[in-house]
């Protein structure tokens, strides 16, 4: 099994996260040629622990990640159960609103 991540995906990830955080303006081609890099490297790396660390410690590179894995895995990397609370969230505050409506009409 392979756990090793190549060193410029790590270096990509990295000047991505540096590129995102950055409180001045970023050149968009620069931005575009990190993005464009590391889209490369991620579409070249198996999925395994490793990659799976630099996914967890670059929150931009997971993002593009799971963006480049959605036509086969939808949102693979966001929680199923952070997302299923919210929508079970709405509909009782929904519910809650209208209950609340119809009883102001009554």
């Given at each position: 099994?392979?756990?090793?991540?190549?060193?410029?995906?790590?270096?990509?990830?990295?000047m991505?996260?540096?590129?995102?955080g950055?409180?001045?303006?970023?050149?968009?081609?620069q931005?575009?040629?990190v993005v464009?890099?590391l889209?490369e490297a991620l579409v070249?790396?198996?999925?395994?622990?490793?990659?799976?660390?630099v996914l967890?410690?670059s929150?931009?590179?997971?993002?593009?990640?799971?963006?480049?894995?959605?036509?086969?895995?939808?949102?693979?990397?966001?929680?199923?159960?952070?997302?299923l609370?919210?929508e079970?969230a709405a509909r009782?505050?929904i519910?809650?609103?209208?209950?609340?409506?119809?009883?102001?009409?009554a």
């Open positions: 099994m392979n756990t090793t991540v190549p060193q410029n995906l790590i270096m990509l990830a990295r991505l996260e540096r590129l995102d950055s409180p001045v303006p970023v050149d968009a081609q931005y575009l040629g464009d890099h889209r070249a790396a198996p999925y395994d622990a490793a990659l799976e660390a967890g410690a929150p931009a590179t997971a993002e593009l990640y799971e963006n480049l894995q959605y036509q086969h895995a939808g949102l693979c990397r966001s929680p199923l159960e952070q997302g609370n919210a079970l009782a505050a519910a809650a609103a209208r209950k609340s409506a119809a009883q102001a009409k």
